[in-house]
């Protein structure tokens, strides 16, 4: 049409300038109709996946035994399973450090408040933009027949305060042990996303995290027991909505879908 209006002008400028001005209302209209009944491309709201960045720490370990970061390794892809690509995760860097500790030993400080025997052991080697999972040996305790298997320090309120805190709540401790069931990752995760176990909720906000039945409670990710296996879609929606709220400064990308198919 451009090129049409321009050739035409340089043989008669008189009549091409109303033909001009009719070619622009006509386009205008057409502009006009076209945005008035099709959705313009920058109103359609993407689905936006967070893809968060993970470093694995195996603490306590002077000899690169291949099994742990085999097992790493199918432990993030299980993550990413679980989490039906509305968060993905990528395993960034593994590290090893013959310095070690036992985790229900760093549970008990952490619980009395007294973090400088933790941060001694995982400051020197700790990565920013990431989330960094330290694995370290567990035990049983006296007159107990489980042992811890991970535990993730959370900020009570003020969440927006996660990015100036980094990387002091960008941690999860986790046992060696608790790679072998792969579950133990994606309830730490759980928590580390915003999430409380089922028990922690009231009745209200059972309900409205999708947790409505003893069968939903009892196979839900964030329960205890073999048979834990699925978050509900509430669980993975409010996971995502804390990721791109609190969380981007660990992403390495979001990715927008505008798939409408
Ligand atoms: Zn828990």
Known sequence: MNAWVTISM?????????????ICSAAVLTLFLFSAFTPAKNNLTPKQIPVLNINFYMMGRDNLDMDVPLKIGENVEYLNQEFEGEILFELNEIFMDSQGAYLPDLYQ???????????????????KGGVNVYLFDTYCEENSSTALMGFTPRLK???????????????????????????????????FLGLKHPWELGPG?????????????????????????????????????????????????????????
Do not use: W
């Not at 400080?109 to 973090?115: C, E, L, Q, S, T």
């Not at 996660?162 to 759980?190: C, K």
């Open 10 to 22: 340089s043989i008669n400028p008189a009549i091409n300038k109303i033909k001009f001005s009719t």
């Open 109 to 127: 400080n952490f619980r009395r408040g007294a973090h400088a025997e933790i941060n001694r052991i995982v400051k020197p080697l700790e990565k």
């Open 157 to 191: 309120m003020r969440e927006e305060t996660y990015a100036v805190n980094s990387p002091n709540f960008d941690r999860i401790y986790m046992a060696y042990q608790g790679l072998e069931d792969r579950s133990t990752l994606v309830h730490e995760m759980g928590h």
């Open 205 to 261: 906000d059972k309900y409205q995290m999708g947790l409505r039945n003893a069968a939903e409670i009892n196979t839900n990710h964030m329960a205890y027991g073999a048979n834990v296996s699925s978050f509900t879609k509430q669980q993975l929606e409010k996971m995502k909505m804390h990721a791109l709220k609190y969380r981007t400064y660990l992403m390495s990308k979001i990715i927008s879908n505008y798939n409408r198919a």
